[in-house]
């Protein structure tokens, strides 16, 4: 399918071939007809991806202290890695589109195939011939809209949300400034409101279109007698509101507002504005001012949009779903006017030359139009390669499934770089990032699905590296098909999907391995060489400040991530069990309580674990820390012996009085080696004690978390 990117790095915009999205649990799949360039947004979307790394370095500050922590906590070159993975991932333009249901997921009831629906949401609603949209970005269409019509949803959701955010009443004097496409919607949902209507412009071309809607004034701010002509219609009063809908560096517009403003006035930011704000007008007049984030209630909160959890009704009357809804209403009943704000139909083959005007000409609304041909009930999927596509020299052919931030700017760097793995097919639930990851990394095809990588005759390893709730599922399905896999951790999140995949392998024999790297490092296998292998009983003491998670990140989410014990202690679980050459008896997990919810207790968390060979370790996991002190380190007591390693970057003896360096070099955890063993047991086999340390090291793990839970020591199964 076709689809409209924004490459931060190279090529620009471009409309790339992306394979058809996939239908998921709680959305739709919609065949797009019609899709909204929104002039504003997109042109700063547009700016921002086609700076230099130095120009988007002063836009985005923020981001610059987050690499610059990374490298602090992950080194240089592992940062470097993610940074350029995430440099050469595609923007998907649009967020606003309108078209026909091709296919519904599980848990959505109130949809069918055929059904015409809006979509909102950037990522989503995106300039492509098909989107998935979770169920509450998506909302019917009006039997007597046009699908042009509807593809103004969200511009119109979010005009509205501004005007609520104003808390107008009928007969109020309300200002606009910026009269472009957003505040042209405004006005129009202001007169419907029964409110008096002033718009507010520097361009007098936008002040002629809007004299269309009844605005009683308009006036350009450039003028002289703006402000008296302002004054003078409000009866020397001022403006009830004011509502900025502008997008400018300029804080022009704030300050014009305070002058305009009434006494105790409010003030509604709905565009990007800079905001110096001019203290003694605001002071003087105590004005209110609030900013209108976007489209209502549940925008930027994951439970609503992409899990699809609505708010009551009686406690929130006016959610995203609903502002979507209501302004269609609008439109349906005739008391808004959509049609005269488009600029120009083009087809999505235009697309680049569509969004060249946006950059040269003032435009209003551009539409980009699909084809209309008759909807398919299921998506097509591109062929599997044939046979012929295997490499002459005999490499495996190793295929991804997942593209996310682990696998693009950890994993794939490391498999990439061995010699005996070949790169063959990639499947991502977003189809753009397919595409660009795809390229960057040599893979030779992207993949429809998950189903056509498994089907591949020609694939001998799977990778997966998706959200850790569909790992078990995907594990259990690759090995019933055959493949040797590779799972990033967690292996799975519960006891049943651990015995499910348990059967699967000794059914299928292939080999299965754990992202469990940490195995592999350096300076765990120069701790190794000193211990031996038959290591007496030893005291290990393993300290994680592991950093702030916020409880709203995926991670947390207990259904999807599975919490930070299942998604990320599992790793130093397994690297005791391996140091120590044992398996875990018996665990006791604490965790701190009374941060009155500031921290999670499973975030804060010691554990006391008893090993088959007479060991005992101790695990301090914490996100109370400071990010600047060593993120692991480790120190282990065993026959007249202390061995301390911090961060991976350096492992020290000291034994006799004596110290000695058992390693010291760049941070490095493992990965290089961890893909050279996966080639080599993929090869020649795996032994039945690795496979059964990958299953103890995970049923360890869900022992841990049922002892945090029940306040009680576990025995591990």
């Known amino acids: ?14 409309l790339e071939e992306c394979p058809h ?7 739709l799949l919609v065949k797009n007809r019609f899709s909204l360039i929104s002039p504003g947004t997109e042109r700063a979307i547009i700016d921002l991806a086609t700076k230099s790394l130095a120009g988007k370095a002063r836009s985005r500050p923020d981001l610059v202290k987050q690499v610059l922590d990374k490298i602090k906590t992950e080194g240089l070159m592992n940062t470097l890695n993610k940074v350029r993975a995430r440099l050469n991932v595609p923007i998907p333009l649009g967020y606003s589109s309108s078209g026909v249901v091709t296919e519904v997921g599980s848990g959505v009831a109130d949809y069918g195939v055929g059904d015409r629906v809006a979509c909102a949401g950037f990522g989503y609603a995106s300039h492509a011939d098909e989107i998935f949209v979770p169920k509450n970005l998506a909302v019917p269409l009006p039997q007597n809209l046009t699908f042009e019509e509807g593809a103004f949803v969200t511009l119109g959701a979010i005009a509205l949300w501004g005007v609520r955010q104003a808390g107008v009443t009928l007969g109020e004097r309300v200002a606009v400034i910026g009269l472009g496409l957003l505040g042209q919607l405004t006005v129009q949902i202001l007169r419907a409101s029964g409110c008096q209507v002033i718009g507010v412009d520097i361009d007098q071309t936008r002040l002629d279109e809007t004299a269309r809607f009844g605005a009683e004034l308009l006036v ?13 219609f409000t009866e020397g009063n001022g403006a009830d509101a004011i509502l900025i809908t502008a997008a400018t560096k300029s804080s022009q517009p704030v300050e014009f507002a305070a002058t305009i403003a009434r006494d105790r006035a409010r003030v509604v930011m709905v565009g990007d504005v800079t905001m110096n704000l001019p203290r003694k007008p605001f002071y003087d007049k105590e004005l209110s001012l609030s900013l209108s984030r976007s489209y209502g209630p549940g925008r930027y909160d994951s439970t609503y949009e992409e899990q699809g959890h609505d708010y009551p009704i009686g406690y929130v009357r006016w959610t995203e779903n609903r502002n979507m809804r209501a302004f269609l209403d609008l439109v349906a009943s005739g008391r808004i006017d959509v049609k005269s704000l488009v600029s120009d139909t083009v087809d999505i083959t235009a697309a680049a030359t569509a969004f060249e005007r946006i950059e040269a000409e003032k435009v209003l609304g551009i539409l980009l139009k699909y084809q209309t041909e008759a909807e398919p009930t299921t998506i097509p999927t ?26 693009t700017g950890v994993l794939l760097p490391a ?43 020609d694939t001998d390893l799977v990778f997966i590296a998706t959200p850790h709730n569909l790992h078990a599922q995907q594990v259990i399905d690759a090995l019933k098909a055959g493949k040797s896999v590779f799972v990033e951790k967690p292996l799975c999140l519960t006891m049943a999907e651990l015995g499910e995949i348990r059967y699967a392998q000794s059914q299928s024999g292939a080999p299965l391995m754990v992202g469990f790297n940490r195995r592999f490092a350096p300076a765990i296998a120069a701790i190794m060489t000193e211990i031996g292998e038959s290591p007496m009983p030893m005291i290990v003491d393993y300290t994680i400040n592991a950093g702030f998670i916020p409880k709203s990140s995926w991670i947390q989410d207990d259904k999807i991530g599975g919490g930070r014990i299942r998604g990320e202690v599992c790793h130093f679980i397994d690297l005791i069990t391996w140091i120590t050459s044992s398996q875990v008896e018996r665990v006791n997990t604490v965790g701190v309580t009374g941060s009155k919810g500031g921290y999670l207790t499973s975030d804060n968390i010691t554990m006391q674990c008893q090993l088959t060979n007479g060991s005992i370790a101790s695990i301090t996991y914490t996100a109370m820390g400071d990010k600047s002190y060593p993120k692991e380190s480790m120190t282990i007591f065993s026959n007249g012996r202390v061995i301390t390693m911090s961060d991976f970057r350096t492992a020290t003896l000291t034994a006799d009085g004596k110290s000695k360096t058992l390693y010291s070099g760049a941070q490095e955890k493992g990965f290089g080696g961890e893909i050279a063993h996966l080639a080599q047991i993929v090869r020649s086999g795996q032994t039945a004690s690795e496979l059964e340390s990958y299953f103890h090291s995970t049923a360890a793990t869900l022992a841990a978390l049922q002892s945090l839970k029940t306040g009680e020591p576990v025995q591990v199964a």
Request: charged content about 20%.
């Open 415 to 457: 498999v990439q770089k061995h010699p005996d793995i070949s790169l063959h097919a990639l499947h991502s639930a977003t189809p753009n990032k397919a595409v660009a990851m795809a390229s960057q990394f040599g893979f030779s095809s992207t993949a429809g699905s998950t189903e056509e990588i498994l089907r591949d005759p």
């Open 21 to 27: 999205p996939v239908c998921k649990e709680g959305g």
């Open 1 to 14: 399918m076709k689809q409209v990117l924004q490459y931060p790095r190279r090529n620009g915009l471009v």
């Open 382 to 407: 591109s062929v599997a390669p044939s046979r012929s596509t295997r490499t002459a020299d005999g490499k495996l052919l190793a295929s991804f499934i997942g593209a996310g931030n682990f696998a």
């Open 220 to 232: 350009n701010s450039s003028d002289d007698n703006a402000e008296r002509s302002i004054w003078h």
